[in-house]
């Protein structure tokens, strides 16, 4: 079956850095984009950055572009979220998502690991 | 930036209809996404493509699309369904993916 399992998230100084990762299994994970996508404490779901299936594409929303890298190993099975000049309002659940080419859905979601950016 | 644009709170009784709207300029002319997120849960998507259901998913969950305003609706309401709701899209002018700020659905 369909795993997507995030990890790295922890306490971090504004300013620092931290990576992400997420680690796939059940699919061709290759054949797939993937997404990063955010929840802040209480508040609602932001999408975060986007990889193609061969990391020929990426994008990000304007709050992190200039600050966060998305890269992928397909020969891992791996996403990665690089975060840099953290900010307190980058404090959320960061989760991966299964993106679907067809009608651009998020079809399987990772459980998130949380980033709480704080001195 | 594209917005959708979410009524915050909706309540219904058991049995009965919810639905559940988003709105967004000539949304009509995007395909809609919908997502389930339980207390301390990851979202489930529940309907894509306006009105197609992932496989799992119970019929009594539908969707429509028209226009400036897409709706969710659960029929025969249950207490599980007690959850947050968001709409997505995919924003073609901007190669970003869209999401409404979600409505809390609560049960009665």
């Known amino acids: 079956q369909v795993q997507l399992v995030e990890s790295g998230g922890h306490l971090v100084k504004p300013g620092g850095s931290l990576r992400l990762s997420c680690a796939a299994s059940?699919?061709?994970?290759?054949?797939?984009?993937m997404s990063w996508i955010r929840q802040a404490p209480g508040k609602g779901l932001e999408w975060v950055s986007y990889?193609?299936?061969?990391?020929?594409?990426?994008n990000y929303a304007d709050s992190v572009k200039g600050r966060f890298t998305i890269s992928r190993d397909n020969a891992k099975n791996s996403l990665y979220l690089q975060m840099n000049s953290l900010r307190a309002e980058d404090t959320a659940v960061y989760y991966c998502?299964?993106?679907?080419?067809?009608?651009?859905?998020?079809?399987?979601w990772g459980q998130g690991t949380l980033v709480t950016v704080s001195s | 930036s594209y917005v959708l644009t979410q009524t915050p709170s909706a309540s219904v009784a058991p049995g009965q209809t919810a639905r559940i709207i988003c709105g967004g300029n000539?949304?009509?002319?995007?395909?809609v996404n919908w997502y389930q997120q339980g207390p301390g849960q990851a979202p489930v998507l529940v309907v894509y493509?306006?009105?197609d259901r992932p496989s799992g998913i119970p019929e009594r969950f539908s969707g429509s699309n028209s226009e400036n305003t897409a709706t969710l609706t659960i029929s025969r309401v249950e207490a599980g369904d007690e959850a947050d709701y968001y709409c997505?899209?995919?924003?073609?002018?901007?190669?970003?993916?869209?999401f409404g700020g979600g409505t809390k659905l609560t049960v009665l």
């Open positions: 000539n949304i009509g002319g995007k395909s």
């Open positions: 059940g699919f061709i994970f290759g054949d797939y984009y």
């Open positions: 493509d306006d009105d």
């Open positions: 998502a299964r993106g679907v080419v067809t009608f651009n859905q998020f079809d399987y």
């Open positions: 990889i193609s299936h061969s990391s020929g594409h990426t």
């Open positions: 997505q899209v995919w924003d073609s002018r901007s190669d970003q993916w869209v």
